[in-house]
């Protein structure tokens, strides 16, 4: 039996150790709640790695905007909204290079500044994956194969063929690129809610408009298209500022935050350098137009410069809008009217941007050095103002109201591509063969998600087949005689 000392002593010793393991729990308590934290705080930092874990050193991206967009220059046929669709397919949908957001802003600002709205998409994109050395490498690259031919066909037109004469593996391209621009406006369109689908809507119906009524000249989509966008950004701007909105307004997404300085960094522009490239383009813009028309300067290159970097600083959505105000400038002073539509009819057969026609008509009024001279004015205004906006972009994106109206910008501009989808069709599937070719091309691009120059070199092999030269299958005209 223990003595009473003992039993006390053992109380005591029980109380100790009983405070000791309190002491341990509390200890091991505060210890996991540390070790919780830490993990949690690892387990951020992990996942913030893992957002980043994608990128790639400089050379690598820049390496994959020259493996991109080479061949592209080869087979972009099928004008400014095909340009578009190939894009979307190859940069958002095989390469994952942004999401569908992003690549939307990009067209919708490329659609609301002058320029060639698909080569400024070009160069938006490129310098947003490798900085401005990208986005000047890429312009080249799309522009190049066009740049070549039409320079060697504008010197040696009186040899070249008549543009009625479409060679027959050119045939099936123009239905084959107008299923492209189908499925472009299908994945631009699912993301739009009831306002952005009503928005639109209203484009698309003035677009159509403006491009098949007699009454009303193409020209006004000058600024018609350039004024719709605003309103579309005024009205979900306004929406956004009600109490309870038609549209759900998103907060900026993680991964391309400004803040993190990952997209700047990328593009690697400044906002004032980006301010002062606007001002390069003014700066050019207003010595030429004093150089030629006030001081009366003569000189030939001067002269073609002037007037191409006149025309591309004033032209918005490029491609068809361009075409009547360059033959009022160059016919008949540089060429007659038979060589411009010659010069028209294979710069619409030939990959790449429309503008490329500027290296004709250079080309036809004083050889090479003219074609690059053209070259360089028409593409200029587009590109420096593309360089000049691309770091704005990137800022003004997590601005809560710029975003809200840009959500309004990118509906309007869907609409554009949906009124393509209409006058593209009108213009590019004439008969039943151009309609097999559109199924068989359309299918390969929607449902087995076939990449868009393999899309186009099917559609071109198939409407080589069908053709009058071949088997001569489907060639029934749809439209009335």
């Known amino acids: 039996m223990q003595s009473g000392d003992d039993a006390g002593k053992g109380g005591a010793l029980g109380e100790e150790k009983q405070e000791d393991y309190d002491d341990s729990n509390g200890k091991m308590t505060v210890d996991t709640e540390k070790n919780d934290m830490e993990k949690s705080l690892n387990s951020d930092e992990t996942e913030e790695e893992e957002e980043l874990e994608d990128e790639a050193p400089w050379n690598e991206r820049f390496w994959e905007v020259v493996t991109t967009f080479w061949p592209l220059g080869f087979v972009a046929f099928g004008g400014p909204q095909a340009h578009v669709a190939i894009l979307r397919d190859h940069l958002v949908v095989q390469r994952n290079w942004m999401d569908e957001e992003q690549f939307t802003e990009l067209f919708a600002i490329?659609?609301?500044?002058p320029g060639p709205t698909s080569t400024q998409l070009v160069v938006s994109t490129a310098t947003s994956r490798a900085g401005?050395?990208?986005g000047l490498v890429a312009f080249f690259l799309w522009t190049l194969p066009g740049l070549v031919i039409l320079t060697v066909c504008g010197v040696l037109i009186e040899t070249f063929v008549d543009q009625d004469n479409a060679p027959f593996y050119l045939i099936g391209l123009p239905p084959a690129a107008t299923s492209l621009v189908f499925k472009a406006f299908y994945g631009f369109s699912t993301k739009l809610d009831k306002l952005g689908i009503f928005l639109s809507m209203c484009s698309g119906i003035v677009a159509i408009?403006?491009?098949?009524?007699?009454?009303?000249?193409?020209?006004?989509?000058?600024?018609?298209?350039?004024t719709m966008l605003a309103v579309g950004g005024l009205v979900t701007y306004t929406d956004s500022r009600r109490e309870?909105?038609?549209s759900e307004y998103t907060k900026s997404k993680k991964g391309w935050d400004v803040q993190s300085d990952r997209l700047m960094k990328r593009i690697g522009i400044p906002l004032w350098v980006g301010a002062a490239i606007a001002?390069?383009?003014?700066?050019l813009l207003v010595s030429c137009i004093l150089l030629v028309d006030v001081f009366k300067v003569e000189n030939t290159y001067l002269g073609i410069f002037e007037v191409m970097y006149r025309i591309g600083s004033i032209i918005f959505g490029g491609g068809q809008v361009v075409l009547p105000m360059l033959q009022g400038e160059v016919v008949p002073q540089w060429m007659t009217k038979d060589q411009f539509f010659q010069g028209l009819g294979l710069s619409q057969s030939m990959p790449g941007p429309l503008f490329n026609f500027s290296?004709?008509?250079g080309a036809v009024h004083q050889g090479v050095p003219g074609a690059l001279v053209a070259y360089v004015g028409l593409f200029g205004p587009g590109v420096i103002l593309i360089f000049a906006m691309v770091p704005y972009w990137a800022w003004l994106r997590h601005v809560p109201w710029f975003r809200s109206g840009l959500q309004g910008v990118n509906a309007t501009a869907i609409g554009l591509v949906g009124a393509a989808c209409i006058i593209l069709w009108e213009a590019a599937v004439l008969t039943a063969a151009d309609a097999i070719v559109f199924v068989f091309a359309g299918t390969l691009a929607c449902v087995f998600n076939v990449q868009a120059p393999l899309v186009i070199l099917a559609g071109g092999i198939l409407?080589?087949?069908?053709?009058?030269?071949?088997?001569?299958?489907?060639?029934?005209?749809?439209?009335c005689e």
């Open 359 to 361: 290296a004709y008509l």
């Open 132 to 134: 401005p050395l990208g």
């Open 279 to 283: 001002g390069v383009w003014l700066f």
């Open 463 to 479: 409407g080589a087949i069908l053709c009058d030269d071949a088997l001569s299958l489907g060639q029934v005209p749809y439209h």
């Open 244 to 246: 309870k909105p038609f």
């Open 110 to 113: 490329g659609q609301g500044i």
């Open 209 to 226: 408009l403006i491009n098949g009524d007699y009454n009303i000249d193409v020209k006004v989509s000058q600024w018609v298209y350039p």
